[in-house]
T-cell receptor
Framework: AQTVTQSQPEMSVQEAETVTLSCTYDTSESNYYLFWYKQPPSRQMILVIRQEAYKQQNATENRFSVNFQKAAKSFSLKISDSQLGDTAMYFC?????????????FGKGTKLSVIP | DGGITQSPKYLFRKEGQNVTLSCEQNLNHDAMYWYRQDPGQGLRLIYYSQIVNDFQKGDIAEGYSVSREKKESFPLTVTSAQKNPTAFYLCASRRLADQETQYFGPGTRLLVL
């Protein structure tokens, strides 16, 4: 079974500051992937960043980076130089490959507000 | 432009009525998924399909049905057996060769009258 826990229902950050969103997970798989998705007020789900569990190097995408702690099963998202357009729900997810479905298991999300 | 489209954007259902949500993709993706999103909840998988004419139940399939007659299309029917259908429904797709990344449509908001 896969579980994903996001312990911060809501967070806020000043524009241009840095914020870190937390995520812990549990998985029975040895080879898995982790994702952060962004859902702005439009409700379109947008992939922010992904991490392959067998890679030790933390993934980065421009202002977004992750801190992947495999032993602790932790996968936090850091947003640097926060912008107003970063205001959104952020969902952490892990991929489950059972029966070849490659379905995603999501956390409940963190609502991030960027304050001007 | 390539992408995933969902229609309608808003849908109203009367008690005892079946309604169908449309999902179409022109990305040539093989696998397609339906998720349900409730307030304060993450997305939960309803059904998925990896190839035409084949689909599998997800975690919350009761009260829903799907079909996959064409690669591009994966409609979801919310039946009268679904007692709490009010939610936001998201469709996603994935290339079989890309085991990781799912791409999402804009969603359909279903409300019960």
């Amino acid at each position: 079974a896969q579980t994903v826990t996001q312990s911060q229902p809501e967070m806020s950050v000043q524009e241009a500051e840095t914020v870190t969103l937390s995520c812990t997970y549990d998985t029975s798989e040895s080879n898995y992937y982790l994702f952060w998705y962004k859902q702005p007020p439009s409700r379109q789900m947008i992939l922010v960043i992904r991490q392959e569990a067998y890679k030790q190097q933390n993934a980065t995408e421009n202002r977004f980076s992750v801190n992947f702690q495999k032993a602790a099963k932790s996968f936090s998202l850091k947003i640097s130089d926060s912008q107003l357009g970063d205001t959104a729900m952020y969902f952490c997810a892990t991929r489950y490959s059972g029966a070849g479905s490659y379905q995603l298991t999501f956390g409940k999300g963190t609502k991030l507000s960027v304050i001007p | 432009d390539g992408g995933i489209t969902q229609s309608p954007k808003y849908l109203f259902r009367k008690e005892g009525q079946n309604v169908t949500l449309s999902c179409e993709q022109n990305l040539n993706h093989d696998a397609m998924y339906w998720y349900r999103q409730d307030p304060g909840q993450g997305l939960r998988l309803i059904y998925y399909s990896q190839i035409v004419n084949d689909f599998q139940k997800g975690d919350i399939a009761e009260g829903y049905s799907v079909s996959r007659e064409k690669k591009e299309s994966f409609p979801l029917t919310v039946t009268s057996a679904q007692k709490n259908p009010t939610a936001f429904y998201l469709c996603a797709s994935r290339r079989l060769a890309d085991q990781e990344t799912q791409y999402f449509g804009p969603g359909t908001r279903l409300l019960v009258l």
